[in-house]
């Protein structure tokens, strides 16, 4: 299967193919030609059914952390989730979508994140920003609420072991809007494994902290926003366009 992730190009102005996708969602990808990028495509090279491949240079072979537990996400590559994926209520049809956030991302500006962490989250190991950031935060309320009326209300909520450690707060906004990681529970992050024990997220996050040294460091840009569709049906979703963000 092709990973879509490894496409080095740009489609922000690339025409979008006329694939019919059941499910679409809106997150930040890496622009092409970054070190981000790069890091993606090499982080999430699959190297078998449930393990990624491993940079044998950061150690993570000799420490026993070469069987990444695979990421059960709705993308195959590195992203960031601003919407979770969601089927189109009716009457909402996909080139709808498209025109909508053509038209959104051109009015916003693009946003620095500041510094990022490698930290756990949860399960999760994942890069997220250091600091608290008013204009991130506001870019990803905006793309929830400006684009929940394309959302069928009626497509079920994700149920999985991790559904149960939510609090009331959390469940209500999985119910609301698909996610719990939105309004005010928002954190931007860009999650890299699936979920593991402590000891092993210590392990994987020490091999790794010196390939992203400069990446968390300098942080990075929310220079687009990106569409994500599952052409065909077929999971994971891919990314379809790039809409930068030029306001």
């Known amino acids: 299967m092709l990973n879509q992730a490894a496409v080095e190009y740009d489609p922000l102005d690339a025409p979008l193919p006329r694939l019919a996708c059941a499910r679409f969602g809106i997150s930040f990808t890496p622009k092409p030609n970054t070190a981000l990028a790069a890091f993606g495509r090499s982080w999430f090279g699959y190297a078998g059914a449930s393990t990624y491949h ?122 609301s809007f698909g996610d719990i990681n939105v309004m005010s529970e928002f954190r931007f992050s860009l999650r890299l494994t699936g979920p593991m024990e402590p000891a092993q997220i210590e392990r994987v996050a020490e091999a790794l902290l010196p390939v992203l040294e400069r990446i968390c460091a300098e942080g990075i840009e929310i220079d687009a926003l990106s569409l994500l569709g599952d052409p065909g049906g077929r999971s994971p979703l891919r990314l379809l366009k790039r809409y930068p963000l030029a306001g």
Request: avoid cysteine.
């Open 54 to 175: 491993a940079f044998s240079g950061a150690g993570l072979s000799s420490r026993g952390g070469a069987k990444v537990p695979a990421m059960p996400g709705h993308y195959a590559g590195l992203h960031a989730t601003l919407k979770a994926p969601f089927m189109l209520r009716r009457g909402k049809g996909p080139d709808a979508l498209r025109s909508r956030l053509k038209e959104f991302a051109k009015r916003r500006k693009p946003v620095a994140t500041g510094p990022l962490d490698l930290a756990r989250e949860g399960r999760f190991l994942v890069l997220r920003a250091k600091q608290e950031n008013p204009a991130l935060d506001w870019l990803a309320i905006q793309v929830v609420s400006g684009f929940d009326g394309f959302a069928d209300e009626s497509q079920p909520v994700r149920e999985d072991a991790e559904t149960d450690r939510l609090n009331p707060y959390q469940r209500l906004l999985l119910g």
